[in-house]
């Protein structure tokens, strides 16, 4: 009989690590949005066109964040920090990244799980909230390489941890962090629970993200007891159809001009930092924020490597490997 060996693969979207690599990264980023959205046949031209027009913009949001992504070295960082937890609750399992549409990509973080002997694989959506734009399309592609392969290994999937404890602990702690900042009394300041938003199309097929991201956030919120009005909002709007409401950038207007003068926001459905939050959030939300006269602005950091995300991380690969064996 043959040895069994765990291991871990960390789902991610991924990002352009320089300027020169945000044209490829978006023909793949909008190549992967379209395959739901538009006939097959007209996937990849207008994948293509769509990533000309917009990448001239794209490169100027990056280069204000340092010229690239932070996800692939932040990514990578948790998975060294999940294969240290695991190690000591007695695991030697590898762990690997796969990047749904850049570098480290699914092939070879299978290629290097099937170099290493790996038999039985947990593969970790680092998404918290089930989507059909992040969650399935990253296993589907797992899935789908899988199967070009002759490797063979056990795969076992957690879709969500929306609102897994350890997770919510670790937003509640880093917003607190972030609350502490504030002059303002607790009472005045407004939390934002800020989400990447979705087509509305999404919803209406079935996507259950919009449930599992109030789910974080009521967990959150029964947690942290902070006493302050608290919002939930979208962001990074794309497109002509019609988005999730309400928007976080018209959130912050409407609560500006009603006298807020002091508004939190957490990244609620990030666990790294992105343009979304380096730039949007940090950069255009903050400006937005100034020019309605909202004094106080500040932002909860992403989970990231949070002692407490990572024990996260390390329970949902012993109960997916348990899985397996049972």
Sequence with gaps: MSETRAGVVLLQLGGPETLVDVRPF??????????????????????????????????????????????????????DALRDELRRRGRSWPVYVAMRNWHPDSAEALSNAQRDGVTHLAALPLYPQYSFATTRSSVNELRRVLATTAYRPALAVIDEHCDEPSYVDALVDVTRKALRSFKAAPTDIHLIFSAHGLPLSYIERGDPYVEHVKRSMSATLSKLKHP???????????????????????????????????????????????????????????????????????????????????????????????????
């Design 26 to 79: 978006l023909g793949n980023f909008f190549r992967d949005l379209l395959a739901d959205n538009a006939p097959a046949f007209l996937v990849r031209p207008l994948a293509e066109l769509i990533a000309t027009w917009r990448a001239p913009t794209s490169r100027k949001l990056y280069a204000s964040i340092g010229g690239g992504s932070p996800i692939r070295a932040q990514t990578q960082a948790q998975a």
């Design 228 to 326: 302050g009005p608290s919002h939930l909002s979208y962001q990074s709007r794309l497109g002509p159809q019609k988005w999730l409401a309400p928007s976080t950038d018209t959130l912050l207007e409407e609560l500006g001009k009603s006298g807020t003068r002091a508004v939190c926001v957490v990244p609620v459905a990030f666990v790294t930092e992105h343009v979304e939050t380096l730039n949007e959030i940090d950069i255009q939300y903050r400006e937005i924020a100034r020019a309605v006269h909202i004094a106080e602005f500040e932002r909860a950091c992403a989970v990231k490597c949070h002692p407490s995300y990572i024990r996260c991380l390390a329970d949902l690969a012993e109960r997916a490997v348990a899985s397996l064996a049972a």
